[in-house]
């Protein structure tokens, strides 16, 4: 059965009235105190589990770049040694390089080939 509620225009069933609205089913102050205290140290566990992660994840990813990048500096190191360069530089550092300088593809084609061994 249903009445309706004139206080806020709402319509509640009588079940819900007598467990919602029934002071007896209201959590005393201590109950909700001990609650709060569950739900706070709940949300400061999940904030400390989701940090961590992200620090994992951070590290990672910072290890296989690491890899990768010393992965990148072997072959270019063994390709200049093969083919008679004395240095090599990334293009963060050139300013201006004729393309027939460029080894970027033999590098690449290595690493590639390295890959594929693995």
Do not use: C
Not at 48 to 68: A, N, P, V
């Amino acid at each position: 059965m249903t009445t309706p509620d004139t206080t806020n225009g709402w319509i509640y069933s009588d079940t819900v009235k007598q467990h919602f609205f029934n002071p007896q089913n209201l959590l005393k102050e201590d109950e909700k105190a001990k609650l709060q205290a569950e739900i706070d140290k709940d949300r400061a566990d999940l904030l400390e589990y989701d940090r961590q992660k992200q620090m994992d994840l951070r590290k990672q990813r910072e290890d296989k770049i690491r890899e990768i990048l010393a992965e990148v500096e072997k072959v270019v190191k063994d390709y200049a040694q093969k083919n008679g360069y004395g240095f090599i530089l990334n293009d963060r550092v050139l300013i201006y390089a004729d393309e027939q300088y460029d080894i970027t593809a033999d590098v690449l084609k290595t690493l590639n080939e390295n890959y594929k061994k693995k």
